[in-house]
């Protein structure tokens, strides 16, 4: 099992950028593939960017060409580059952590609020 913790959400205008952080505990981080979910007030939990352990990327279509996904073995942390941001964006972001590819089980970090204002 691995721990996870975000960091980087905040209040932005919509056409600006955030870059969430996501700092993962142990020392086998580099063999996880690393995700980020959303979930809006009301709604379920969705899937945004994965990452794989060897860099390969994914994303919804609702975010390709937005957002980024990113990791740094050595820092153990993952990224994820929101520009172009709209207010349909604001959710609480969540980093997870999985064996398999696009797949859960997940472990999960505690989320971090993200909110675009028009």
């Known amino acids: 099992q691995v721990q996870l913790v975000e960091s980087g959400g905040g209040l932005v205008q919509a056409g600006g950028s955030l870059k969430l952080s996501c700092a993962a505990s142990?020392?086998?981080?580099?063999?996880?593939?690393m995700n980020w979910f959303r979930q809006a007030p009301g709604k379920e939990r969705e899937f945004v960017a994965a990452?794989?352990?060897?860099?390969?990327?994914y994303y919804a279509d609702s975010v390709k060409g937005r957002f980024t996904i990113s990791r740094d073995n050595a820092k153990n942390t993952v990224y994820l580059q929101m520009n172009s941001l709209k207010p349909e964006d604001t959710a609480v972001y969540y980093c997870?952590?999985?064996?398999?590819?696009?797949?859960?089980?997940?472990?999960w970090g505690q989320g971090t609020q993200v909110t675009v204002s028009s």
């Open positions: 142990g020392r086998t981080f580099s063999r996880y593939n």
């Open positions: 997870a952590a999985g064996n398999n590819w696009l797949r859960g089980p997940y472990d």
């Open positions: 990452i794989s352990w060897s860099g390969s990327t």
